[in-house]
């Protein structure tokens, strides 16, 4: 985004209500914490837990990661904004925004397509499932979405370093996002945006199809085993998964169905929050309440942290007395 004449931009935000605007601090704030905290605990009980080290929580671990990066790389400078009245943000400090928050969030999708073929093997090929998914192969796949995902930012993050700003510079969201800085532009914008439209849908079409097929082997698999109480274990390792799925790509159709001009910018505020604040603090949530491993290693780590808390008041009492 090349600069003319702007040097910064004003992040106009969700409301000009100043009442409203509080209760959307608080809003936010408590979603943002829950979610850091709660993808914090997922990564951190991963990385000590010894029986977490399968390539289903090595993918929910990068999950989490990638949750955490996501949402910090948005969320923190638009609580500053309302908390100081700032609504100003420098061009560089946008540009980096943008590039973060885009790669992020389709590094994400390319994830849950690994972790969708995760499940996969475990169903489909379950005698196979420890040498498929090692952990070699595992990195590989972690690493592949990265690059997909930095591949199909580079060429519409190409195109918008070219983009010129005249006159306006007052952003209608409140984080620097692709559409309403291309609708400020005083450059040609046509092709750019043809180019937004294609990687954005190239990426939810074939990372949608790829979880789909995975899904129909999978429930195909599943229908065949002989008791109702093997289908309901294989389907429970899979719900979690298929709940977030269902929420990241549901919230992306809002985006896609287009609505009224005067009905898009809001939409896409909404959606902007649910996915940015509320979808990351709904997913440890989502993946800890259905699953037994991870709440066990929860509280065996709960019962540690309490035994070194014990020994160490202990110690400090018999140091007192002596």
């Not at 949402?71 to 590039?99: E, H, W």
């Not at 196979?128 to 796949?141: D, V």
């Not at 929050?273 to 290693?297: E, G, W």
Request: aromatic share 12%; charged share 15%.
């Amino acid at each position: 985004m090349r600069n003319n004449t702007v040097t910064t931009f004003i992040l106009m935000g969700l409301t000009d209500n100043q009442q409203l605007q509080v209760l959307i601090f608080i809003f936010i704030f408590l979603t943002y914490t829950l979610s850091v905290t709660g993808n914090l605990a997922i990564v951190s009980l991963i990385l000590v837990d010894s029986h977490l080290k399968t390539a289903m929580y090595y993918f929910l671990q990068n999950f989490a990661f990638l949750e955490i990066s996501f949402t910090s790389a948005c969320i923190p400078r638009y609580l500053y904004n309302i908390a100081t009245g700032d609504k100003m943000i420098t061009y560089n400090a946008c540009v980096t925004q943008v590039f973060f928050t885009d790669l992020f969030s389709v590094t994400e999708f390319f994830l849950l397509v690994a972790m969708s073929y995760d499940r996969y093997v475990a169903i489909c090929r379950p005698l196979h499932y420890m040498t498929i998914m090692n952990s070699t192969h595992c990195r590989r796949l972690v690493f592949c979405c990265w690059v997909a995902g930095l591949c199909i930012l580079i060429p519409p993050l190409s195109l918008g370093l070219k983009l010129e700003f005249c006159d306006s510079n007052a952003i209608d969201h409140f984080i620097c996002d692709a559409s309403p800085i291309i609708k400020i532009s005083c450059s040609d914008t046509w092709f750019m945006e043809q180019t937004v439209i294609i990687c954005a849908v190239l990426t939810l079409i074939i990372t949608f199809l790829c979880v789909v097929l995975s899904y129909i082997y999978i429930i195909k698999t599943i229908l065949k085993f002989p008791s109702a109480q093997q289908k309901k274990k294989a389907f429970s390792t899979c719900s979690s998964h298929m709940i977030v799925v269902s929420i990241t790509y549901g919230s992306c159709i809002f985006i896609y169905i287009k609505p009224s001009a005067k009905e898009e910018v809001a939409i896409n505020k909404r959606v902007t929050v649910l996915t940015t604040s509320i979808a990351p603090m709904l997913n440890p949530f989502i993946y800890t309440l259905r699953n037994k491993q991870v709440k066990q290693a929860f509280s065996d780590s709960v019962k540690r942290i309490m035994t070194l808390f014990k020994k160490e008041r202990n110690v400090m009492s018999n140091q007192h007395k002596s």
